[in-house]
């Protein structure tokens, strides 16, 4: 079994910055893809930021030039640095795995809530 811990989500105002942890723990070999996704009240949950075991990270639109994913593979955690916040990035943050055999898996979710 897999389990993904997530971290640092609060409260904070525009313009400030967050960083976001998900360690993986338990049967955690061969992880390729790692991520974060959003979900605001009322929409679907949308990617944020992917980063694979080797290659370019990907990002939405909406945070290019201002969130930068990274992982550390010695550790198993993936980070999410956010800048430059906005109401718009409220929402409630989820760590997402996925493995060289396809298997995929969600940490519980982290809110962050950015006040204008």
């Known amino acids: 079994q897999v389990q993904l811990v997530e971290s640092g989500g609060g409260l904070v105002q525009a313009g400030e910055s967050l960083r976001l942890s998900c360690a993986a723990s338990?049967?955690?070999?061969?992880?390729?893809?790692m991520g974060w996704y959003r979900q605001a009240p009322g929409k679907q949950r949308e990617l944020v930021a992917a980063i694979p075991t080797a290659g370019i990270a990907n990002y939405a639109d909406s945070v290019k030039g201002r969130f930068t994913i990274s992982r550390d593979n010695a550790k198993r955690t993936v980070y999410l640095q956010m800048n430059s916040l906005k109401p718009e990035d409220t929402a409630v943050y989820y760590c997402s795995t996925v493995f060289f055999d396809g298997r995929g898996y969600w940490g519980q979710g982290t809110q962050v809530t950015v006040s204008s």
């Open positions: 338990g049967a955690v070999f061969s992880i390729d893809l």
